[in-house]
């Protein structure tokens, strides 16, 4: 679980100049990645490491993405919007530009958390806790999320996408099992909800820019027909870290 931090932790430094620039989107793109699959890593391993340090590591991630997250909005949708609404957009996009740069400036390094004392279960026991917990949560919310609720299909993503990357990050602890199936499942689920989250966001944004457009109704029934199927899919997909 350090190298999964540490990993992280890199991927962040190594694009936050470039993000920072603003010369390239992907910079942005990949820095975000690496703060969600940090995030991911820190509530998969809580129980690891200082308390202290966990709650300094999480609210830089939460500032760092309260200004990352508007940044990246416009990177992707400013060329999916109206060719009238366009140059609103890019003032909009200057703007949440100049925020990151300000913060990822004034940001301090980011730090390994410090391991908590006490004692420690094994690798597999501590993976197969981990991993039955998220799955646990992910389940719970899939079971209740109404598919027509935008906010309720986000916070099944977020539930989804910790346990992919927890799988991701644990699934050497039971190195003669396979977890491709249940990685795929919750990527193609994460996929549906994601594209759905997308059309959402093209929403919001145009409204803030005043106008009422509402994008790709038609999309939007395919993806939420698809939906039920692939969170089934989902939920009977074999878990990797149960059996002997």
């Known amino acids: 679980m350090r190298a999964a931090l540490q990993e992280a932790l890199d991927q962040i430094a190594v694009n936050a100049p470039g993000a920072a620039s603003g010369t390239d989107p992907e910079y942005l793109h990949q820095l975000r990645v690496g703060t969600r699959r940090l995030r991911a890593a820190l509530r998969a391993s809580l129980d690891l490491w200082r308390k202290d340090d966990v709650r300094a590591l999480r609210r830089q991630l939460r500032e760092l993405a309260a200004v990352s997250g508007p940044a990246r909005d416009w990177d992707v949708f400013l060329h999916k919007l109206p060719v009238a609404l366009r140059a609103r957009a890019r003032d909009r996009q200057r ?31 501590f993976a197969r806790d981990a991993l039955e917990r998220l799955d646990r949560k992910a389940l719970r919310r899939a079971a209740r999320t109404d598919w027509a609720d935008p906010a309720g299909r ?21 190195p003669r099992r396979n977890a491709k199936t249940l990685i795929r499942t919750l990527k193609d689920l994460q996929d549906l909800l994601g594209e759905l989250n997308d059309l959402e966001v093209a929403r919001r944004l145009t409204r803030q820019l ?27 997909a074999p878990r990797f870290w149960r059996g002997g």
């Not at 993503?157 to 039971?174: H, K, P, T």
């Not at 039920?228 to 939920?235: M, T």
């Open 210 to 236: 005043g106008a009422r457009r509402a994008p790709a109704r038609a999309r939007e029934r395919e993806l939420l027909e698809l939906l039920p199927p692939a969170c089934r899919r989902f939920a009977s």
């Open 154 to 174: 986000h916070t099944l993503r977020i539930r989804l996408r910790r346990l992919r990357y927890a799988c991701e990050f644990m699934s050497g602890a039971f």
């Open 95 to 125: 703007k949440a530009h100049a925020a990151l740069r300000r913060a990822l400036q004034a940001m301090q390094p980011l730090q390994l958390p410090r391991t908590a004392g006490g004692a420690r279960q094994g690798w597999p026991a």
